[in-house]
């Protein structure tokens, strides 16, 4: 287990993502942790990171399960201009993608937030938003009506080892073979995000670069509806990413459909 002063003593480090530090060694959820700490203090930037987490969630309120101190548990407070909101889940993907292509392991992103290698899932990255005032009224960046409070969770598989063969996941100490140190994965990660967010603050848009690492484009895919996944779903083939970030599905019929969000099932045979 990896001392809890070794993830705190990170604090301060980098230019937005990790102002401030909170590593508990077991929690419910990083996310509701970190949804406190907008509430009562409004952090920019602020992050708790778990050894453990007992009600961890993941996309369309699934569980994220992960054994104690194997895996990073972490959940970053950004207050930001909606206009940059989009692009914070594109720029946690490829901060992780960033940390596992720096262990040696060759990764890319499911669409829209899932990365995996050779189609087993070693992370996964969810947001939540907010309108969250801070306890004296006031927005501490701007004034509310500018600022969007958004909380965003990641969930990265380091030393677990997945036994179940039909659960397609996995973890960089499957991959490399060998136990990794956490410590030094969520230091990478963090500056990582740190860089990325710094350059959509500033105008930039990473769009091109998420897209680039998709994988989903060209396969076979059924985007379902995650109320009513029998009766609403797209199906078709995956034939681009457009400036928002939606998939494009072409149908049988030639129409193409933006979509912004769904279960996506690849339905291809390799």
């Known amino acids: 287990m990896t001392r809890l002063d070794t993830f705190e003593s990170l604090c301060g480090q980098f230019h937005v993502v990790g102002s401030s530090i909170q590593h ?22 602020a992050v708790v990171v778990a050894d453990h987490q007992s009600q961890g969630r993941g996309r369309h309120a699934r569980e994220w399960v992960s054994d104690q101190a194997d895996d990073i548990l972490v959940s970053v407070v950004m207050k930001v201009r909606p206009s940059i909101a989009p692009e914070l889940l594109m720029i946690s993907s ?31 990255v969810i947001a939540e938003s907010r309108t969250v005032v801070d306890s ?36 960089l100490r499957a991959e490399l073979g060998h136990a990794v140190d956490r410590g030094d994965v969520f230091s990478q990660l963090l500056s990582s995000l740190d860089q990325l967010f710094k350059r959509v603050d500033s105008g930039e848009s990473v769009v ?7 994988n989903t484009i060209g396969r076979n895919i059924k985007v379902a509806d995650v109320v009513n996944p029998e009766q609403d779903y ?31 099932t690849v339905v291809d045979i390799e």
């Open 24 to 45: 508990k060694e077991s929690t419910d959820s990083t996310m509701n942790d970190a949804w406190e700490l907008a509430v009562e203090q409004g952090t920019h930037g």
């Open 94 to 124: 490829l901060a992780v993608l960033n940390v596992v292509d720096a262990c040696g392991v060759k990764g890319s992103i499911k669409w829209p937030n899932d990365v995996q290698i050779d189609g087993k899932k070693i992370a996964g």
């Open 136 to 171: 004296d009224g006031t927005d501490s960046r701007s004034p509310a009506s500018s600022v969007l409070n958004v909380v965003v969770g990641i969930g990265l598989n380091v030393n677990s080892m997945h036994a179940d063969a039909s659960f397609e996941a996995t973890s």
């Open 208 to 214: 091109s670069e998420w897209a680039s690492q998709i």
């Open 234 to 264: 797209i199906a078709g083939t995956a034939v681009d990413i457009d400036p928002l970030g939606r998939l494009i599905v072409r149908d049988e019929n030639g129409r193409d459909w933006p979509v912004s969000g769904g279960e996506v």
